[in-house]
């Protein structure tokens, strides 16, 4: 005999649907669980530690793309090579402040051909470009490209990206360990921390050739220059800490440890700006110190800043 529903009776639940419903309970706990171990993963890289290892793999990543090896010839021009011809062209920013985040070299070198000339690029990738601002020029172009096109191979954006800047990911480890030595934080520590980063990105850097801004055709034509920065830019970027820095004992001595192990690892054509900057950090730690023993503690070699301190023997030539 079929069962009869009366009105304003709950119809019984079939079996099939309570199954589903079971399901989809499970299927949402577990997709809650997940986003909660993800929310604490994204927590995590919010630590300090975890936010300068992120940036300097970033870096290290750069770097590795772009540059080849020291033992590659270098790619220079002259100041003086496209200054005989005549600028038959001048490309321009418009529009408001944009960040250059890359530039095609590719496609700026096919339109340097089409037009017969050579291409000077005049912003370098991290710039912000104002309205007016120069892009390029070309010299001795016997056809004209339009703007737009020029503009093309010019990738733009509202903040700095890490593709074709390697500076950027220096530039950030170098504003948190000055953010960590101002008097609201005083935490020489975390400086120690991202000079540890800084040290291996400039002993990469050391050992890579970063002139690499100049093409030439097949005929030994230079056809498209673009600006990169040298080894003088990062070193002062990376030395920018020294005076933020000055009165700190432990970032005093990681950084003269950090120069000598660089001049030690590194080829001699890196030594001169290395020496360069260890005649300032000297000259900073005399000038910051004036107690003779605190000058005499600044002035010894650790890589930790207050940890294992290195014997006369072991510490980089004066």
């Known amino acids: 005999m079929q069962s009869q529903i009366w009105p304003g009776s709950i119809a019984p639940v079939r079996p099939e649907y309570r199954f589903f419903s079971t399901w989809v309970v499970i299927l949402l706990t577990l ?9 604490i993963q994204r927590l995590a890289l919010l630590q300090v530690t975890r936010m300068l290892a992120f940036t300097g793999d970033l870096g290290r990543q750069v770097i590795e793309c772009m ?15 496209f200054a005989k011809f005549q600028v038959t062209q001048t490309v321009v920013h418009s529009g ?5 985040q890359a530039v095609d070299m590719r496609a700026l070198l096919a339109l340097a051909a089409q037009t017969g000339g050579g291409v000077e690029v005049l912003a370098s990738v991290g710039d912000t470009l104002i309205t007016g601002m120069p892009l390029l020029r ?11 096109i020029w503009k093309a191979a010019f990738e733009t954006g509202p903040d700095r990206t890490f593709d074709q800047d390697p500076k950027y990911a220096l530039r ?9 030595l101002s008097p609201a934080i005083n935490d020489p520590s975390t400086a120690v921390q991202a000079l540890d980063q800084i040290h291996d990105h400039l002993l990469r850097l050391g050992r ?15 056809r498209l220059v673009v600006p990169h920065p040298t080894w003088e830019d ?3 970027l990376a030395f920018d800490i020294r005076f933020c820095g000055a009165t700190s004992v432990q970032v005093m001595r990681r950084m003269r440890a950090m120069i000598s192990d660089l001049i030690a690892t590194l080829p001699q054509e890196r030594h001169a700006a290395l020496e360069h900057h260890r005649e300032r950090l000297n000259a900073t730690i005399a000038r910051s110190f004036a107690d003779q023993e605190e000058k005499l503690e600044a002035s010894v070699e650790d890589r930790q800043g207050l940890g294992v301190p290195r014997s006369g023997r072991d510490a980089g030539s004066e």
């Open 172 to 180: 950030l480890l170098v504003d948190i360990a000055i953010k960590a």
């Open 208 to 222: 890579r050739r970063l002139e690499i801004g100049a093409v030439r055709d097949s005929a030994g034509g230079l």
């Open 67 to 81: 540059y080849p090896s020291l033992e590659t010839p270098a790619s220079t021009a002259r100041t003086d090579e």
């Open 138 to 148: 070309v010299f001795a172009g016997s056809r004209l490209v339009k703007d737009e």
């Open 234 to 236: 990062f070193l002062r």
């Open 96 to 100: 408001g402040p944009q960040a250059l």
């Open 31 to 39: 997709a809650s669980v997940g986003m909660f171990i993800a929310l």
